[in-house]
């Protein structure tokens, strides 16, 4: 057999154009595959999207890399994007009765011990937090929950009420859970603030030209079908049907193996014959939906934090403010500013149809005791609004989950991927489309699909 020959017996479909799709077709591609992906919408990415816009580059999804993305990192580093990959030592900030408080989280814990956001009795029972996430230390990654099931039980609130006290869940486990992800204290799992705990390292990561631009340079070379919703994936005998809608109709292909990179409610519709562990785990995951608002300014704020992280007891409705401008000189123009602002779970539910001006005119309001008044300073506002943004995490999840781990099928001619176990991450979807191409790079290879050779 020839290389051309080989070539076409190893084509592979990816479905979604987001991290995950785009790290599997990056790594079935080293190995001699031609992968082609379905986007159903018009642009690369997915919830990393990157909007240009008046001299500013908006990152309208995801807005940081945790210093905790090795995997994102060496990525990065292995396509050519090391000097686009800029590490940041991020100051952060936490209001307490209106005063921002600064955190150098260089040294958190340093931070936290002589910060006069807490108490003296607070700062006691910080203890019990580093003990309680040393002992889960390394199950606290992004490729195994089994041994995070026993300790599944209880909510983020009733953890912080149970071992803390209330001052320490809210300024610092309700606020770090919903910061970070827009859930609720009262609803997470503590599995939740304990990965988030151990993962929110001394220093973050941002990429320079807009977080959009890692899918980018992954999907490099790479068909990629735009506007292509793909409608069915059917796995039979010696190949894989897909069926997608064209502008000319549908329209169906045959390919040797598929991955499918989408969000849960997506990816049940297209494949009727998903494993039923994993179909039970996807029909019970719930996603935040956000709507968040992202300003350019025409002058930058003094504020000198990357990142404020606002308790409930402070404003019930904002949970994240990000000074990009201070991710990487490119987000803004010299001289000005940009801010995202992140907003509970509830709020945006209930805000999710509302028109945009509504919604700036609320929000305005709402940053200014910490940035103050930025309605005459705003030269470009953008909008955007995520149904699925962050997996909701609440006790008892990670059981299911490991079901779903455990039922995978590594020869299967189709395999998922996505950012859906354990959380809602960048760093995730990485690790799960490159699992999932390894999976099939394996079985094609002993199927003799992949020239040794290529097979890399």
């Given at each position: 057999?020839?290389?051309?020959?080989?070539?076409?017996?190893?084509?592979?479909?990816?479905?979604?154009?987001?991290?995950?799709?785009?790290?599997?077709?990056?790594?079935?591609?080293?190995?001699g595959c031609?992968?082609?992906?379905?986007?159903?919408?018009?642009?690369?990415?997915?919830?990393?999207?990157?909007?240009?816009?008046?001299?500013?580059?908006?990152?309208?999804?995801?807005?940081g890399l945790l210093g905790s993305y090795t995997k994102t990192r060496d990525v990065a580093r292995e396509i050519g994007m090391a000097d686009q990959f800029l590490t940041l030592r991020p100051m952060g900030a936490i209001p307490r009765d209106g005063v921002l408080r600064y955190l150098d989280m260089k040294h958190p814990i340093r931070s936290f011990l002589f910060s006069d956001l807490f108490s003296l009795r607070a700062k006691l029972r910080l203890a019990r937090v580093v003990r309680d996430v040393a002992r889960l230390g390394q199950h606290l990654n992004?490729?195994?929950?089994?041994?995070?099931?026993?300790?599944?039980?209880?909510?983020?609130e009733?953890?912080?009420?149970?071992?803390?006290?209330d001052e320490l869940y809210d300024y610092l486990a309700d606020t770090l859970t919903r910061g970070a992800w827009l859930a609720p204290?009262?609803?997470?799992?503590?599995?939740?603030?304990?990965?988030?705990?151990?993962?929110?390292?001394?220093?973050?990561?941002?990429?320079?030209?807009?977080?959009?631009?890692?899918?980018?340079?992954?999907?490099?070379?790479?068909e990629v079908k735009f506007n292509s919703p793909v409608l069915s994936v059917d796995e039979r005998p010696g190949g894989v049907e897909l069926t997608y809608q064209t502008a000319d109709g549908e329209r169906s292909e045959r390919f040797e193996s598929c991955?499918?990179?989408?969000?849960?409610?997506?990816?049940?519709?297209?494949?009727?014959?998903?494993?039923?562990?994993?179909?039970?785990?996807?029909?019970?995951?719930?996603?935040?939906?956000?709507?968040?608002?992202?300003?350019?300014?025409?002058?930058?704020?003094?504020?000198?934090?990357?990142?404020?992280?606002?308790p409930k007891r402070e404003c019930t409705d904002v949970t994240t403010i990000f000074l990009d401008h201070?991710?990487?000189?490119?987000?803004?123009?010299?001289?000005?500013?940009?801010?995202?602002?992140?907003?509970?779970?509830?709020?945006?539910?209930?805000?999710?149809?509302?028109?945009?001006?509504?919604?700036?005119?609320?929000?305005?309001?709402?940053?200014?005791?910490y940035l103050g008044d930025l309605g005459s300073s705003a030269e470009e506002i953008v909008v955007q609004r995520?149904?699925?943004?962050?997996?909701?995490?609440?006790?008892?999840?990670?059981?299911a989950m490991s079901r779903h781990y455990r039922s995978i099928n590594p020869t299967a001619r189709v395999q998922l991927a996505g950012d859906y176990a354990p959380f809602s991450s960048v760093n995730t979807a990485v690790v799960s489309g490159e699992n999932a191409a390894k999976l099939l790079i394996a079985r094609m290879r002993t199927e003799g699909n992949i020239q040794p050779a290529l097979a890399a």
């Open positions: 057999m020839n290389i051309e020959q080989t070539q076409r017996s190893a084509r592979v479909a990816v479905v979604g154009a987001g991290v995950g799709g785009a790290m599997a077709a990056y790594r079935l591609k080293a190995a031609m992968p082609v992906v379905f986007e159903a919408g018009e642009e690369a990415g997915g919830r990393t999207r990157t909007l240009r816009q008046g001299g500013f580059i908006f990152d309208t999804g995801a807005v992004y490729e195994q929950v089994d041994a995070l099931v026993p300790y599944d039980v209880e909510t983020v009733q953890y912080s009420r149970r071992a803390l006290n204290g009262e609803q997470a799992s503590v599995i939740q603030f304990f990965w988030t705990a151990k993962n929110f390292t001394p220093h973050m990561y941002s990429l320079k030209g807009g977080m959009n631009s890692l899918s980018l340079r992954l999907l490099d070379g790479i991955v499918i990179a989408v969000p849960p409610k997506q990816a049940l519709p297209i494949f009727p014959q998903m494993i039923s562990d994993q179909r039970e785990y996807f029909k019970a995951t719930q996603y935040s939906r956000s709507v968040n608002v992202h300003f350019g300014l025409s002058r930058r704020p003094t504020i000198p934090a990357l990142y404020i992280m606002v201070l991710k990487s000189p490119d987000r803004a123009p010299p001289g000005k500013g940009m801010v995202s602002v992140f907003l509970r779970a509830e709020w945006c539910d209930q805000r999710y149809d509302t028109p945009d001006k509504n919604v700036i005119d609320e929000v305005l309001g709402k940053l200014k005791p995520w149904a699925n943004c962050a997996l909701l995490v609440k006790p008892g999840i990670f059981a």
